[in-house]
């Protein structure tokens, strides 16, 4: 067990399905000594599960669920994808029957071999860009242990998430009146990108329809102008005729 090595990524849908294989192959192209394995799991396609048993020496499906759920019902029922994919790193400790591994998300590319990586000490990892006394988990070396596993799920648990956060900055162009909102189904759709947690972006709506938009109305009704200066444009999709709101991609 202790001198087997793997570089270890994970497939949570079809398309990091199809990213994964990239990488794979990127990693033979640079004659990687190391084996490869993919966590993915049920919401890939049987399609794509038997091109990844193809591309990877070994392929394991796992329940993604298995400790985001056992969070989040911690932290009061909310949940949060970009957590739950980093909580499902999780299960990479418990590929026992390494020694050393490799874990690399699966959008990433090998430009070079750098199985030099597997001589770093559990746990190598690059800081993050923006948040330098944190590691970013995209690319980091541990040694699998059940031990390691529970204590990890154990820490998630008992404290949730570290970014404990009291103030939000939606930062960046991509602002949350720039999400397309159905008042009937309550759905947003993203048509300008960014990665907000979706969550933020209701509670922004929220305050916004319940104590705010009445005050746009109310300035229209002033002006004698139906929509009035101060709108947003397209932002709102509304199937009632009888009720046309002003909201949309941009403060006019």
Excluded at 1 to 9: E, L, Q, S
Excluded at 60 to 85: E, H, M, W, Y
């Amino acid at each position: 067990m202790a001198d087997k090595r793997a570089w270890v990524t994970l497939a949570l849908n079809n398309d990091y399905a199809i990213s994964a294989m990239v990488l794979a192959q990127s990693l033979r192209n640079h004659a990687s000594k190391g084996i490869l394995h993919v966590l993915t799991t049920w919401h890939v396609s049987e399609a794509l599960r038997e091109n990844l048993h193809e591309v990877f020496d070994r392929v394991t499906v796992i329940d993604p669920d298995a400790v985001s759920n056992q969070v989040f019902d911690r932290c009061g029922g909310v949940k949060r994808p970009d957590l739950a994919a980093i909580f499902t790193k999780f299960q990479c400790w418990r590929l026992i029957d390494y020694g050393k591994c490799i874990f690399l998300d699966a959008d990433c590319l090998i430009i070079k071999n750098c199985d030099e990586l597997f001589d770093r000490e559990e746990f190598s990892a690059a800081p993050d860009v923006r948040w330098p006394d944190i590691f970013n988990s995209s690319i980091f070396v541990f040694s699998p242990s059940n031990e390691t596993y529970d204590s990890l799920v154990d820490f998630a648990i008992k404290h949730g998430s570290f970014d404990d956060i009291k103030i939000l900055n939606f930062a960046g162009e991509v602002k949350p009146w720039h999400y397309k909102y159905n008042f009937v189904s309550g759905n947003f759709v993203n048509q300008r990108g960014g990665y907000f947690n979706i969550e933020h972006v209701r509670l922004w709506w929220n305050i916004f329809l319940a104590r705010v938009m009445h005050r746009l109305y109310k300035i229209a009704d002033t002006a004698g102008n139906r929509y009035g200066k101060y709108s947003f444009s397209n932002a709102m999709e509304y199937q009632n005729p009888n009720f046309l709101p002003m909201l949309s991609t941009g403060i006019n």
